[in-house]
């Protein structure tokens, strides 16, 4: 591993983190008159600009934050960054979305750009796998977790299908870690909520 792939590989970090941390669901929501950090759930992503703004903002940053996590793989794959390694660079973009430079460090759940991120990975097992998360998600939508339980169908299935066809499987394994993290950081984050929401009622 030479000096110049090195450095290429901190770059498409860095780069990945700035493409993560465009704070598209921030300045939609502002455009509208909403600070979507003091409404809803205080996440800046799609779901809750739907909910907190409305539909035609949510689809556009749906679109945005899907955007971010594809551009970050194809930079790094355009500076030389492929294989197991390109997920550094996802990560980062993910870690982006999570804490904001823009925003004060704060962010969304990033449920999106992992999206984009799949799509820049994987392709057409992504989209397949994303269909098979939302039909999970729509017949779950009343149980507990229902997030969980898509984004592990999802997650299965680009797994099964790479197995099947017998690419890209080290990066579908691997790509796994970045499922985690990002179910981790958002239980978290729900738990956290849901504590401060009873204090206030408990003062």
Not at 36 to 60: C, E, H, M, P, R
Request: glycine share 12%.
């Amino acid at each position: 591993m030479d000096f110049e792939y090195v450095l290429a590989f901190l770059l498409a970090c860095l780069v990945s983190y700035i493409f993560g941390a465009l704070p598209f669901a921030d300045k939609i929501s502002k455009r509208k008159g909403v600070d979507i950090f003091q409404i809803g759930t205080g996440l800046a992503g799609a779901s809750n600009v739907l909910k907190s703004v409305g539909k035609g903002s949510a689809l556009i940053v749906l679109v945005f934050d899907i955007a971010k996590g594809a551009l970050a793989i194809s930079v790094a794959n355009a500076m030389g960054i492929d294989g197991v390694l390109v997920l550094v660079p996802a990560a980062f973009a993910i870690f982006g979305h999570w804490n904001s430079i823009f925003t004060g460090f704060k962010g969304g759940d990033g449920m999106a750009i992992m999206g984009g991120l799949a799509i820049a990975l994987f392709g057409t097992v992504a989209i397949i796998a994303m269909l098979s998360a939302g039909m999970v998600s729509l017949l779950a939508q009343r149980l507990p977790f229902s997030s969980l339980t898509s984004i592990i169908a999802g997650y299965t299935t680009i797994v099964l299908v790479c197995l099947y066809l017998g690419d890209k499987v080290d990066i579908a394994v691997w790509f796994g870690a970045i499922c985690l993290l990002v179910l981790f950081h958002a239980l978290v984050g729900h738990s956290r909520r849901n504590r401060s929401v009873l204090s206030e009622i408990d003062a």
